[in-house]
């Protein structure tokens, strides 16, 4: 086997309908394919929501739920990290500041609009969250979950 | 056929209003979950449980239809519990605060149990 089908065995891409629910297809195949890796169950449970908002978001915001878009979902599998990269395409771009915000419960009693808690999750529970222009020119987010491994092997 | 309902089941033990959710709290929860609220609210419960079950699927607009209740349960002057969240939701609702406006007990027997000492039962 080449270096390079090695490398395309490692891709899996989906592209699903920007139509609220298909979220639950690209939580469903991470979570079989982390399982797989030997990801532990409660980062099984983090990933799921992460992609689950990072493809809402996309669906949502980014395709303006305009199903005849498509969400792209790629998932890397490396020896010892996930990588899952979303991208839509663009109707509507994220702004910067809407990727670092800090959401306050106390704020979001006041506020109509009691949302806005998405990206803060994912930032939360993945390991690196990164937002970047997809090469079509829509939004994309780049998350990487590692894979745990005992802190004497690592030395 | 991925736009998943949720069944909303209202009850009442020992003075306290039990709404089961039963499905996934996404935005397609909104109207029934606010609709039950305001159904035992309407009653007059003071006490009132949301009892999850393990394996369900919250995501953010689920929360956010959660702070909305909790907002409305704090202006009313009621008690809001959560029951039968998995271990991974029990956390994100101490991440977000929901855990400091609505107490998590792991099972409904448990939260009854923490109402009765609050004076749900007379």
């Known amino acids: 086997m080449s270096d390079a089908e090695g490398a395309a065995e490692q891709l899996i891409e989906l592209r699903l309908p920007s139509r609220l629910g298909y979220e639950r297809i690209a939580m469903d195949t991470a979570a079989a394919l982390a399982r797989r890796m030997g990801f532990a169950n409660d980062r099984i449970d983090a990933l799921r929501t992460a992609i689950g908002e990072a493809v809402t978001n996309a669906i949502e915001h980014g395709n303006q739920a305009d199903a005849a878009m498509k969400v792209v979902v790629v998932l890397t599998v490396r020896p010892d990290e996930l990588i899952i990269s979303v991208s839509d395409q663009g109707r509507k771009a994220l702004e910067i500041e809407q990727t670092k915000t800090r959401p306050h419960i106390t704020d979001a009693f006041q506020r109509a609009d009691k949302g806005g808690w998405g990206i803060w999750l994912m930032r939360e529970l993945m390991d690196e969250v990164e937002f970047t222009l997809a090469p079509g020119g829509g939004n994309q987010v780049r998350m990487v979950v590692h894979l745990e491994r005992s802190p004497v092997r690592d030395q | ?122």
Request: charged share 25%; net charge negative.
């Open chain 2, 1 to 122: 056929m991925l736009e998943d309902e949720l069944t909303v089941n209202i009850r009442h033990r020992d003075g306290v209003a039990i709404i089961d959710l039963i499905g996934d709290v996404t935005t397609f929860a909104e109207e029934k979950i606010n609709g039950a609220y305001r159904q035992v609210t309407a009653r007059g419960d003071r006490f009132i449980l949301l009892n999850f079950r393990q394996n369900d699927y919250i995501n953010s607009a689920g929360i956010a239809i959660l702070i909305g209740i909790v907002t409305e349960v704090n202006q009313n002057g009621q008690k809001l519990a959560v029951s039968g969240l998995s271990p991974h939701f029990q956390k994100i609702f101490r991440m977000v605060g929901l855990a400091q406006y609505a107490e998590i007990y792991q099972t409904e027997e448990e939260a009854l149990s923490a109402f009765k000492r609050l004076g749900s039962v007379e």
